[in-house]
């Protein structure tokens, strides 16, 4: 099955991806972590990206829709696949059902993940990442629960960056959800409830034995 996964960020897309792929096998493409990897190396492109990134703007639609084809070229996105961070406004949306008409594939479900703004931002910025091994815990932990690691904040995860990628949102992204429902793809879930509760209608919502 091909998904499309929406919601605002901190929503726990990537968290409800991660169970998808972790059930079903399927590929998971998250773009933000194909533009952090980008920014990692210091690649042009990922120097360019990092500028919106940090601002918390949208990285321009030429670049992440090259990025997404390439991906969706990849042998293991054949079965299936989980789009994570893309498409975030409806030109995007478009070319991606052009690009997948192409590779003779389509969007059957989106899945709208909702919660409360101001869960959000306390959410992201109390989130901190392990240097080591790339873990997500709370502001309460001193040092990595996994491997004992350094945590720090990302740049994109203070208060006033996601405030304006909460508005960058509402602005840009929030209209996907009228475009896929005009689909009949849609489905919406409350993700303000246990990982596993969310899940589960995650699961419901697919309706199908991926």
Do not use: W
């Not at 030109?91 to 479900?109: C, F, M, S, T, Y």
């Not at 990595?144 to 740049?155: F, V």
């Not at 208060?159 to 990628?165: D, G, I, L, Q």
Request: hydrophobic residues 40%.
């Amino acid at each position: 099955m091909n998904i499309v996964l929406l919601g605002a960020p901190g929503a726990g897309k990537g968290t409800q991806a991660a169970k998808l792929v972790e059930m079903y096998g399927i590929a998971h493409i998250s773009t933000g972590d194909i533009l952090r990897a980008a920014v990692a190396k210091a690649t042009p492109l990922g120097l360019e990206a990092k500028r919106y990134m940090d601002a918390g703007e949208l990285v321009p639609d030429e670049v992440v829709i090259g990025l997404v084809k390439s991906r969706l070229e990849e042998p293991d996105a054949g079965k299936g696949f989980i789009l994570d961070g893309f498409p975030r406004t409806t030109p995007q949306a478009e070319a991606l059902d052009a690009e997948l008409q192409e590779l003779g594939k389509g969007i059957e479900r989106a899945i709208a993940i909702t919660v409360d703004p101001e869960v959000i931002v306390a959410r992201l910025t109390s989130r901190r990442v392990c240097r080591a091994c790339g873990a997500i815990t709370g502001s309460d932990d001193e040092r990595c629960p996994k491997c004992a690691g350094e945590l720090y904040q990302r740049d994109d995860d203070n208060e006033s960056t996601v405030r304006n990628r909460l508005a960058v949102y509402d602005r840009s992204t929030a209209p996907l959800v009228s475009y896929y429902e005009s689909k009949g793809v849609l489905r919406s879930i409350d993700g303000d409830r246990p990982v596993d509760v969310v899940f589960a209608d995650v699961q419901s919502a697919l309706g199908v034995d991926l």
